[in-house]
């Protein structure tokens, strides 16, 4: 399977270079995919695969009876270019203006555009909230009792079986089930690490996370990340090298908030740089299943051999957040895991664990992440075009291809803290880029939440950050 | 309420009023139905619900006989308080702890060994009401996250149980957690570091111990009366002594002892605290299991400078299982706030707004008063049991809340290898040695009271009885 992504890879990168290169030119068109396949030497559908990587992207576009034509970057806003964040470790000191922002989004905004929270006006919402009713309802005293960890035998083998679309391959002993995606994360840092101790994390990085690890008394050791390809692994081989790493936290698919995905090929790479290292990845997969092309794609435990990978995720972004599912997939650190869920917080609500594990038993799981991915895909569209007309030149947008969140770079005079605050108080929250770095860094970038708000306004919102932008240049 | 659960309550009353007395024959069946106007499976059902509360026990055809007291001529003597305080211990080794709470989910066993209320005793048909309709209304409404301070329909109802308790603390200062286990982590973590010391009780239950362990923090046990609790003079020589950061107390009916601190220690221990500036973890559980009719005040009823970090949960009251649990944190609310986002982000919000329904609906003082009422009844007649199967010598606490009792064997006796041989005969018991950071208790035992009574019960401690005199016939 690694020689096939391989493949498919080469393809795409082929194109993409001979459009850094000017070697094709924008409205070029862009060999057939019979020619390509002839001049590679390799299978038609090795090709489609790499075009529609490439679409994905929106480096090439499809003419319909005409064929693939490199895409005019004029309608959008370019996206960032790579990080460049302090090169040696630091203690995090988010402030707690992280927990204003979200409670801002929730309560105090009447345009919520700062938080990180999915929609939930989805019918498999209401499927959930029955099957908990219902569940009330049945006489059955285990559903009074303690779900003690690892937590629900059912939930577990229900997250099993979704595992493999990840193609991770687990059993349900394998899986602890934890409140949400941060207590998986932060049970799996306790496991790995002691106060005191380095992690690396990709830089921005979910506030969140930052914020855990500042809690747990860890330094964090960010490490340049490209806003399409994802962390650096040569900048990540070098730190390794450098400082003595307890983990690596990363999220490969649709991190919070760059929204990159990384190749196969490079988390086959960072899967194996790490088991060299004998440094576990604490990997971050909550936006993985809200991919708007193609198949889910593959967590990088994929290619864990060892144990050495600590998959976390959670229902929290898919289906319900306030239902706080989540689970660890921890490896060797099974037991450790599961013995720290316990002293943590005893157990997770029986309830909810079991209408979960009957929810995901169904089979309207997947129908509903089709609907979801392609809502969110539309918005993102309404969002990118929204943001190209309201937001003044020399503001750039990343264009997820999955997710729900677009990381904004600013023009450099703009503070996104002040911008946050006059935001605010026209209705409109954002989360500013501060919050995204350990070392202060991201001054002039907002994340913003394009699936949560109307799409008016949304438009609204836009409007009137465009305007506190251009005034505070 | 149910109408077989009205009528139980009703003759509960009057079996506790003397109406009948021990020994003495209930009306049957048929003319309780006349009596009552209730169906002959509303009567029957009624009669069931009192057996399981201990108040009745069948005989065969002849009727419903309300339960010999049982009452021993003697009272059971003491178990001995620790004398002298040890030094700082890094706690190790809890692990059996999950063993035992696991099996009390298994029904071929007899579990006297986790502190976990039989679901016979818990409102469990009322709560699922509320949930149904929590579920509902939370589908219906946009989800999203309750995040810290957590669902404020809930935080406005917990205010006023803590008024209760004498805390005017009020909803804003209140914070929402995944049970009292999370809620003491995050006290923990907010006011101390790994390698610090903290002050309890001893013996202490393993929870406890185990968040320490877990922290990284080093334990002293501070001498504890059975019958007073913890000696708040024995704590200022510790202060003095060592360089305590944080101090830990249950004070309403603690676990194992079920002892509850008079308000006199309860303001010296407060004042105490307040002067060396160290932060007090009040954990109130069991504060509103308390056999008396009146609820006792908290320690933070005493607290005038927000130095008391004050939690509980409705674990032992309404339902293990729903993990809703709050910290009234004083003048550390914004650090716990935090801590409690960085580390699982929110709380569950549909057993919130259960919690908040079914506490809004009243009944829940009525619960609480057949609780208490069944809990005290059963103590009686699990130490009744202990003392009449257990060896010569054995000592038994007296707690006047909760639903433990704590049990000293005569030295010699090895309760860990008595758990093991327990295990085999399918009774949990939870060993003396979890229950201190230095490996005290090898001799004591906990036994758990809220289980239904009945013929196993007795068995099962006769079995235990048997097997602790066979460790000190063989030691």
């Known amino acids: 399977m690694v020689e096939e992504a391989l493949r498919y ?3 795409a990168d082929q194109v993409r270079e001979q459009v850094r ?124 009792d303690y779900d003690m960890p690892p937590g629900n035998p059912a939930l577990r083998h229900q997250v099993a079986r979704r595992a493999a679309e990840a193609g991770v391959v687990v059993s349900a002993d394998e899986v602890v089930i934890t409140n ?59 730190a390794l090298e450098q400082w003595p790493l307890k983990a690596v936290v990363l999220s490969p698919n649709f991190s919070n908030p760059l929204g990159y995905r990384m190749s196969d090929r490079r988390k086959a790479e960072l899967v194996a740089l790490l088991e060299r290292a004998r440094v576990p990845l604490i990997e971050d997969d909550v936006y993985a299943d809200l991919n708007y092309h193609g198949e889910r794609p593959r967590a990088a435990k994929a290619w864990d051999r060892t144990g050495n990978v600590l998959l976390c995720s959670s229902l929290s972004k898919t289906l319900d957040p306030g239902m706080r599912i989540g689970w660890a997939i921890p490896g060797r650190h099974t037991e450790t895991v599961t013995h720290l869920k316990m002293v943590t917080s005893l157990a997770g ?74 935001a605010l108080a026209r209705g409109v929250s954002t989360a500013p880029g501060p919050l995204f770095s350990a070392s202060g860094r991201y001054g002039n970038f907002v994340r913003l939440n394009y699936a949560q708000a109307e799409v008016a306004l949304m438009e609204e919102g836009l409007t009137i950050l465009g305007e506190l932008i251009r005034e505070g240049r | 309420m149910t109408r077989y659960e009205q009528l139980a309550e009703t003759l509960a009353r009057q079996i506790h009023s003397g109406a009948w007395g021990p020994g003495t024959r209930i009306p049957g069946t048929r003319e309780l139905s006349r009596l009552h106007r209730a169906s002959i499976t509303t009567v029957m059902a009624a009669q069931r619900l009192l057996e399981g509360w201990g108040l009745v026990e069948a005989r065969p055809r002849s009727g419903y006989y309300v339960r010999g007291a049982a009452l021993p001529l003697e009272a059971p003597a003491l178990p001995e308080a620790v004398a002298t305080p040890g030094a700082p211990t890094l706690v190790q080794s809890q692990r059996m702890a999950l063993t035992l709470i696991q099996a009390t989910q298994r029904r071929d066993v007899l579990p006297l060994g986790a502190a976990v209320p039989d679901v016979t005793f818990l409102p469990v048909a009322a709560l699922n009401r509320a949930l149904g309709a929590a579920a509902r209304l939370a589908g219906d409404r946009a989800g999203g996250y309750d995040f810290p301070p957590g669902c404020p329909e809930l935080r406005g109802q917990i205010a006023r149980r803590m008024a209760l308790a004498g805390c005017d603390t009020g909803p804003e200062g209140i914070i929402t957690t995944s049970g009292a286990q999370e809620a003491l ?57 060592w360089p305590i950061k944080a101090c830990v107390v249950v004070s309403n009916f603690s676990n194992p002892l079920g002892c509850a601190l008079s308000s006199e220690r309860k303001r010296a221990l407060v004042t105490l ?203």
């Open chain 1, 349 to 422: 609500p029986t309830l909810p664990a079991q209408a979960a594990a009957e929810y995901l038993a169904g089979s309207g799981h997947e129908r509903h992440l089709r609907s979801v991915r392609s809502a969110y895909r539309e918005r993102r569209d309404r969002f990118l075009d929204l943001a190209a007309r309201h937001l003044p030149s020399g503001c750039r947008v990343t264009q997820p291809e999955g997710g729900m969140l677009a990381w904004v770079e600013l023009p450099e005079a703009v503070d996104s803290l002040d911008l946050y605050r006059r």
């Open chain 2, 273 to 475: 605290c307040a002067k060396a500036q160290i932060p007090l973890v009040e954990n109130d559980i069991y504060g509103e299991l308390g056999f008396a009719d009146q609820r006792p005040l908290a320690a933070k009823h005493f607290d005038r400078h927000g130095n008391v970090l004050y939690l509980s949960s409705f674990s032992k009251t309404l339902e293990p299982g729903l993990r809703v649990g709050w910290i009234a944190p004083g003048r550390h609310f914004d650090r716990v706030a935090h801590l409690k986002y960085v580390s699982s982000l929110a709380t569950p919000t549909v057993p919130q707004l259960a919690v908040a329904r079914y506490l809004e609906q009243g009944g829940y003082e009525r619960q609480l008063r057949r609780a208490r009422a069944a809990y005290a009844r059963h103590v009686e007649l699990m130490s009744a049991a202990v003392q009449g199967h257990f060896p010569v010598g054995t000592r038994i606490s007296r707690p006047t809340g909760g639903f433990v009792i704590w049990v000293e064997l005569p030295e010699g006796a090895d309760s860990m290898a008595l758990y093991e041989q327990a295990l085999s005969e399918r009774i949990t018991i939870a060993p003396g040695p979890l229950f201190s950071a230095t490996g005290r208790y090898r001799h004591c035992l906990r036994l758990t009271c809220a289980q239904p009574w009945g013929a196993a019960s007795e068995q099962g401690i006769a079995t235990l009885g048997r097997l602790a005199r066979q460790q000190l016939e063989v030691g």
């Open chain 1, 180 to 238: 949400g995606c941060v207590e998986a994360l932060v049970l799996c840092l306790r496991a790995v690490t002691r106060p005191g101790d380095t992690v690396a994390i990709e830089s921005p990085a979910f506030f969140g996370t930052l914020q855990s690890i500042e809690s747990l008394g860890l330094k964090a050791l960010e490490i340049p990340t490209d806003p399409r390809q994802g962390v650096s692994l040569p900048a990540l081989k070098l």
């Open chain 1, 9 to 11: 890879e080469q393809v």
């Open chain 2, 185 to 241: 982590t995050l006290a923990l973590r907010a006011v101390a570091e790994p390698g610090d010391v903290i002050a309890i009780e001893t013996p202490t239950y393993y929870g406890l111990l185990q968040v320490i362990e877990a922290l990284g923090m080093r334990a002293l046990e501070v001498p504890t009366d059975p019958l007073a609790g913890l000696d708040p003079e024995a704590l200022a020589q510790a202060l003095a002594r």
């Open chain 1, 21 to 144: 290169l000017g070697a094709l030119r924008p409205g070029e068109r862009i060999p057939s995919v019979r020619q390509m396949s002839r001049r590679l030497g390799v299978s038609v559908s090795t090709v489609v695969q790499g075009y529609g990587l490439l679409l994905d992207e929106r480096v090439i576009e499809a003419r319909p009876q005409s064929g693939y034509y490199v895409q005019a970057p004029v309608q959008r806003p370019a996206p960032p270019g790579i990080s460049r964040p302090q090169a040696h470790p630091v203690a995090v000191t988010v402030s707690q203006l992280a927990l204003q922002v979200v409670q801002a989004s929730r309560h105090g905004a009447r345009i919520p555009l700062g938080s990180a929270l999915p929609r939930t006006d989805f019918p498999a919402v209401v499927r959930l909230h029955r099957i908990l009713a219902s569940l009330a309802r049945r006489p059955d005293p285990r559903l009074a």
